[in-house]
Antibody, heavy 122, light 107 residues
Framework: EVQLVQSGAEVKKPGESLKISCKVS????????IGWVRQMPGKGLEWMGI????????RYSPSFQGQVTISADKSITTAYLQWNSLRASDTAMYYC???????????????WGQGTLVTVSS | EIVLTQSPGTLSLSPGERATLSCRAS???????FAWYQQKPGQAPRLLVY???NRATGIPDRFSGSGSGTDFTLTISRLEPEDFAVYHC????????FGQGTKVEIK
């Protein structure tokens, strides 16, 4: 059974750093791109970027390039999303999601984590 | 970046009715790079349709996708109680972007 289990909710202050995780099981972690999606309160989904765990090749959305860092540790089948300096506007639910098999680099997401709520407030 | 605009923002319908959801892209998108998701409150999205018209595994045949170029449609032929949710479109041809969502609510 494919599972993506994300780390728990976080409450942080502006300027703090944060790294959230997405532990994967039930499929070959290194064979599929895995991505991150933001959902701000009451809003739609935003595609942030994807990583190919086999070689850590990464594609960022222009909107998130330089704002976050996506990484992966294939030894423990875990993907990460990291901020160096959080802002209040980073308050959102963050989902990791596995890309479906397809013939291209960017594909739809067929399995999703349960989401990690990040709250940034002074 | 390709911008996806969904309409209407909210669709108020009764069970058994037909729902037609629209998604318009700011630039042409190849249909093979277009998907739809369903999201219920407190849950992660679920893939419904990919490649514009292919149902994902386990998705009932009352859900159908169509479209090409800049205009795509998700149709739910007869709404079941469990279909009342928010629906998101997604293009993955160039980078990836989502629409802002359409809420299908009970009238």
């Amino acid at each position: 059974e494919v599972q993506l289990v994300q780390s728990g909710a976080e409450v942080k202050k502006p300027g703090e750093s944060l790294k959230i995780s997405c532990k994967v099981s039930g499929y070959s972690f290194t064979n599929y791109w895995i991505g991150w999606v933001r959902q701000m309160p009451g809003k739609g989904l935003e595609w942030m970027g994807i990583i190919y765990p086999r070689d850590s090749d990464i594609r960022y959305s222009p909107s998130f390039q330089g704002q976050v860092t996506i990484s992966a540790d294939k030894s423990i089948t875990t993907a990460y999303l990291q901020w160096n300096s959080l802002r209040a506007s980073d308050t959102a639910m963050y989902y990791c999601a596995k890309q479906a098999p397809c013939s291209d680099e960017i594909c739809p997401f067929d399995y999703w984590g349960q989401g990690t709520l990040v709250t940034v407030s002074s | 970046e390709i911008v996806l605009t969904q309409s209407p923002g909210t669709l108020s319908l009764s069970p058994g009715e037909r729902a037609t959801l629209s998604c318009r892209a700011s630039q042409s998108v190849s249909g093979i790079y277009f998907a739809w998701y369903q999201q219920k409150p407190g849950q992660a999205p679920r893939l419904l349709v990919y490649g514009a018209s292919n149902r994902a595994t386990g998705i009932p045949d009352r859900f159908s996708g169509s479209g090409s170029g800049t205009d795509f449609t998700l149709t739910i032929s007869r709404l079941e109680p469990e279909d009342f949710a928010v629906y998101h479109c997604h293009q993955y041809g160039r980078s990836g972007t989502f629409g802002q969502g359409t809420k299908v609510e009970i009238k």
